[in-house]
């Protein structure tokens, strides 16, 4: 029988209870910090990911699509939109036109999908070719979308995460907090390149 690595509900995400794959190709502690917001699981949407991808590997065994999950997982958010027309797009005007919409959409839907593609290789050790493929797309996608809040100087990321750590919130010198957007920019490089490094 398959073995699925399944968090402890007490720890929550641990490299004592990930795929080895996992650990191998996934080498930075934030992968595991449940208190890191930039991180996969870190954030309320990715923590929410993971609790009901364990649970749909439980139910399911993984013998259903993980595709299938990731949407419905979504559209149970509850937003107005149907996320596969979305899911695809790097068309930074439809991506405005969706937050202009509602200013969470993007940003939830992103995190569930890089949250599914961490989390399946966490428990399962593998990624299904078409969730990497939306796993990278959502990555470069945040990535677009902090790029135009730093050049438009229009949101601090601390609205939108709650805390990173006590330093990080922090204004800088310049009194500003542009440093949160830089800091999640280098996240997002990190994990699309691990990401970018699986092969089954």
């Known amino acids: 029988m398959k073995k699925f690595y399944l968090d402890d509900p007490e ?23 449940c208190l890191d917001e930039f991180s996969p699981f870190g954030n309320d949407d ?6 009901n991808l364990e649970d749909w590997y439980r139910e399911t065994k993984g013998k259903a699509d ?6 419905d997982h979504i559209d149970g958010f509850g ?3 149907a996320c596969d027309g979305c899911v695809q797009s790097l068309d930074l005007e439809f991506i405005n036109q969706l937050q202009q919409e509602d200013e969470f959409f993007i940003d939830c839907m992103d995190k569930a999908i890089i949250a599914t593609v961490f989390g399946q290789l966490k428990i399962e050790g593998k990624i299904a070719p078409a969730l ?13 979308v902090t790029l135009q809040r730093l050049a438009n100087n229009e ?11 006590g330093k990080s919130t922090r204004e800088n010198e310049e009194g500003n907090t542009n440093h949160l957007q ?8 990190i994990m699309k390149k691990d990401l970018e490094k699986y092969t089954k």
Do not use: W
């Open 11 to 33: 720890i929550g995400p641990d490299p004592a209870t990930s795929h080895p794959r996992f650990n191998e190709l996934m080498k930075d502690e934030f992968y595991t910090d």
């Open 132 to 144: 990497k493929e939306l796993g990278i797309i959502a990555l470069e996608r945040q990535k677009l």
């Open 66 to 71: 993980i595709v299938a999950f990731m949407f």
């Open 155 to 165: 949101v601090d990321l601390s609205k939108l995460f709650k805390i990173v750590d």
């Open 46 to 51: 990715g923590a929410d990911t993971l609790y």
């Open 79 to 81: 937003f107005k939109y």
């Open 182 to 189: 830089d800091a999640y920019l280098e996240r997002l490089e």
